[in-house]
Antibody, heavy 119, light 107 residues
């Protein structure tokens, strides 16, 4: 069974940092591209970032570019999102999701981890 | 970035109704359009990929069509479990983007 389990969310002050993790199981992690998508509670989905299967290529939404870094450890079947210079508007539920390749849909999602940026 | 615009933003319908949701891209995305269903407190669930392909396990009352800039999601006969929020997503660009969502409510 495919499972994606996010962790690392919590309360952080503006300007602070946080690292999210997404532990994958039930599939060949190194064969999939991985994404982060966020959602303010009660609002819509916003795509954040993606990384290709071997970690050599990354992309970011303009709103997080230069502040967030996506990475992966295929030996540990884990995806990461390092979030620096956090702002109140980064407050959201963060989901990880997989896709088979570039231009593929996100066929499995985790349940999300909540990040709250507040003083 | 490619902008995705869904309509309507909300919709009231009854069990058994046929419902159509539309999604328009700000530029051609070929057929790289996906549809998701999200229920409160749950992660999104993939329904349709590349415009018209039904994801495994999704009921056949869901269908998708379109190419280029204009796409539709149709539910042929609404069931009680279909009341949820629906999102389109373009995966043509390096930077994926979602529509703003369509909330489907019980009339």
């Amino acid at each position: 069974e495919v499972q994606l389990v996010e962790s690392g969310g919590g309360l952080v002050q503006p300007g602070g940092s946080l690292r999210l993790s997404c532990a994958a199981s039930g599939f060949t992690f190194s064969g999939y591209w991985m994404h982060w998508v966020r959602q303010v509670p009660g609002k819509g989905l916003v795509w954040v970032s993606r990384i290709n299967s071997d970690g050599s290529s990354t992309s970011y939404a303009d709103s997080v570019k230069g502040r967030f870094t996506i990475s992966r450890d295929n030996a540990k079947n884990t995806l990461y999102l390092q979030m620096n210079s956090l702002r109140a508007e980064d407050t959201a539920l963060y989901y990880c999701a997989r896709s088979l390749s570039s231009r593929s849909s996100n066929d499995y999602w985790g349940q999300g981890t909540l990040v709250t940026v507040s003083s | 970035d490619i902008q995705m615009t869904q309509s309507p933003s909300s919709l009231s319908a009854s069990v058994g109704d046929r419902v159509t949701i539309t999604c328009r891209a700000s530029q051609s995305i070929n057929f790289y359009l996906n549809w998701y269903q999200q229920k409160p407190g749950k992660a999104p669930n993939l329904l349709i990929y590349t415009a018209s392909n039904l994801q495994s396990g999704v009921p056949s009352r869901f269908s998708g069509s379109g190419s280029g800039t204009d796409f539709t999601l149709t539910i042929s006969s609404l069931q009680p479990e279909d009341f949820a929020t629906y999102y389109c997503q373009q995966s043509y660009s390096t930077l994926y983007t979602f529509g703003q969502g369509t909330k489907l409510e019980i009339k």
